[in-house]
């Protein structure tokens, strides 16, 4: 009896597995989707950033997970110019980049610090520009970073530079 209830459910259970992982398919996302859609989001940030942002909006909302999915997101707030948030989303990015890729964690801190500047939130400027110098330091870009903003917070009028710093991105 044994034998006959192994020839009955050993196929029932391939039959089960093969179901659980045509259906977990669509949720795990390749190296080569993941670029194809980020090429798209990039394209669309040019054409139509209002597109991309939808776009950034689902897949990181399906995908959270995914940096390039946020970094997607960040270049659509970006291209719609809203900078403020665009700014925290690389900035937040680069703070979860760092502990891995620091080199890249810089160069998404400079990313920020160029929205912050944008924004005429100068202090945060300075700060994400600080962090892009602190994980790179001889990187010359950045040192010539630092010196515009602080050239143009100088320049600057009074009332522009309290600004609030936006977190609330999505």
């Not at 680069?94 to 998404?108: C, D, G, H, R």
């Not at 202090?123 to 950045?142: V, Y």
């Amino acid at each position: 009896m044994n034998q006959q209830f192994l020839r009955r459910a050993i196929p029932a259970l391939a039959i089960i597995i093969i179901l659980l992982v045509l259906f977990a398919l669509p949720r795990i996302s390749s190296p080569l989707e993941s670029s194809v859609r980020y090429g798209t989001c990039s394209r669309l940030c040019a054409s139509d950033p209002m597109k991309a942002l939808t776009l950034a909006h689902e897949w990181r909302a399906a995908r959270p997970d995914l940096p390039a999915a946020r970094h997607c997101e960040a270049l659509a707030l970006f291209a719609i110019h809203d900078y403020p948030h665009a700014a925290d989303a690389f900035v937040a990015l680069a703070k979860e980049t760092a502990p891995l890729k620091p080199l890249l964690a810089s160069q998404l801190y400079a990313q920020g610090a160029k929205t912050y500047q944008l924004a005429k939130q100068y202090e945060a400027a300075m700060n994400a520009a600080s962090s892009a110098q602190a994980l790179d330091p001889r990187n010359p870009e950045t040192k010539a970073l630092l010196d515009n903003i602080a050239k143009e917070k100088s320049q600057s009028s009074p009332g522009t530079l309290a600004q609030p710093n936006h977190t609330d991105h999505k």
